[in-house]
């Protein structure tokens, strides 16, 4: 009998890895396409280009190399033009390469692409740690939901930091989890992932104070001493950038701050918060209120769903704080709430496995692994029917347009028509 226990353990492990290779390809295929679909034949030449945010950081990164220094005008006093000081610094080696302008924005598309797939990963691993049943149920919902995901996939294949945050988002709670619940000494991978977080965006401070907390009665537990030298890295990151910007730029914030959260009134901006993540809840309002319902005594009872939970909430509030985002049309999630979702996805795959579980528990004889699968099966579909945007959507055609690139990315026509010379350029 353990000799069949162990050999349906192996074909479980060998099947689930054949599952994420599947998904792993499949998402690598997906990605480079849109990122073909997404550049421009110029004159008889491939030019690939970036968000806009994103091509700001990529000057400021050229410059530097070129030895303006972190100046967007290469002259009089620099501006701290750009919110992503750690993103913006990993476009420094893609500059130094040498590499054509036309042909820059492809390494800064490719990391992206890394990213996600280094945050799917970390999704699996984290469903598989915490997230199952007695170490049984599936990682595949939260996985697949993670990997089809439109609105992250888009701001980060075109060159923002949104594929990193999220990958930082998912790696914080894993390891905060790991510490807290299997008593890990991760403690610098920890700290190295908290300061990479206070290094690639300011307001990402809301997640390290987050799991600081979490973790406090580790930090203050028998092993205080252990963690002296790792919060002392996330102190020295903190003050260092900031006195850095200060020497450097003249200011304790980046002038991003002043142009998106001065100028208008704090009611203004909340109202105009609120419609925004109205618009976003509109067609998820289903799903996202069964897993609320469920998560509602769930927090009170089991400690883990605690981390992800707090972390989602504080972003959608900070959403609606500084009142959404510029870019509020053609994608369903701006750059705000999109790199949590790999948490919300989480969570509803471990709503998932808790009601498997529930449904074993009350049959007398064991659910058989096909029947399993089928309800895997179904929950990940109807999951991805809400979250793809297809429920309550008339327009289902421009969806399965926009998920396969039959047409080109949002923003990515303007660009291509500023960039045409007519009667000479041909976009393809």
């Known amino acids: 009998m353990n000799d069949l226990n162990l050999l349906s353990t192996r074909v479980d492990k060998h099947r689930g890895l054949l599952y994420l290779g599947a998904i792993l390809v499949a998402f690598v295929a997906w990605a480079a396409w849109f990122i073909i679909r997404s550049s421009s034949f110029i004159g008889g030449e491939r030019f690939f280009s970036l968000f806009d945010d994103a091509m700001i950081s990529m000057c400021y990164a050229r410059n530097l190399v070129e030895g303006y220094g972190l100046n967007w005008a290469r002259q009089g006093q620099p501006v701290e033009g750009y919110t992503c000081p750690l993103w913006t610094f990993l476009m420094v080696p893609i500059n130094a390469l040498g590499l054509p302008l036309r042909l820059r924005p492809l390494g800064v598309q490719i990391l992206g692409m890394a990213c996600l797939v280094a945050n799917i990963l970390v999704v699996r691993q984290l469903v598989v740690d915490f997230f199952r049943e007695s170490n049984r149920g599936t990682w595949i919902p939260a996985t697949l939901l993670t990997a089809c995901y439109y609105p992250l996939n888009f701001w ?250 039959a047409d080109r990315p949002f923003c990515v026509g303007l660009i291509t028509a500023s960039l045409r010379e007519p009667g000479r350029s041909r976009v393809t």
């Open 156 to 405: 980060s294949l075109r060159g923002m930091e949104t594929g990193l945050q999220a990958l930082l988002f998912t790696a914080v709670t894993y390891l905060c989890l790991r510490v807290v619940h299997t008593k890990s000494d991760r403690y610098w991978a920890l700290a190295v992932c908290l300061s990479l977080c206070i290094l690639l965006r300011p307001d990402m401070v809301l997640a390290v104070a987050a799991c600081l907390f979490y973790v406090r009665r580790v930090v203050f537990g028998e092993n205080r001493a252990l963690w002296i030298w790792p919060l002392g890295l996330i102190v020295a990151t903190t003050a260092g950038y900031e006195l850095f910007r200060l020497a450097y730029f003249g200011d304790w914030l980046p002038n991003t701050y002043y142009l998106k959260l001065t100028g208008t009134s704090l009611p203004v901006r909340i109202l105009r918060g609120i419609l925004v993540t109205e618009r976003f809840f509109a067609p998820l309002w289903i799903p996202l209120t069964v897993l609320a319902v469920w998560l509602i005594p769930t927090v009170k009872r089991e400690h883990k769903v605690r981390l992800p939970v707090a972390i989602v909430l504080l972003y959608f509030a900070y959403n609606i704080y500084i009142g959404g985002d510029a870019w509020e049309n053609g994608v369903a999630a701006n750059r705000f709430i999109a790199p949590v979702m790999p948490l919300v996805f989480v969570l509803l795959n471990y709503l998932f496995n808790k009601a498997v579980a529930c449904w074993q528990e009350n049959r007398s004889e064991k659910i058989d692994d096909r029947t399993v699968f089928y309800a895997n099966a179904g929950f990940t579909v109807i999951a991805l029917y809400f979250f793809l945007g297809f429920w309550g959507n008339d327009e289902s055609e421009k969806i399965w347009r926009k998920l396969v690139v």
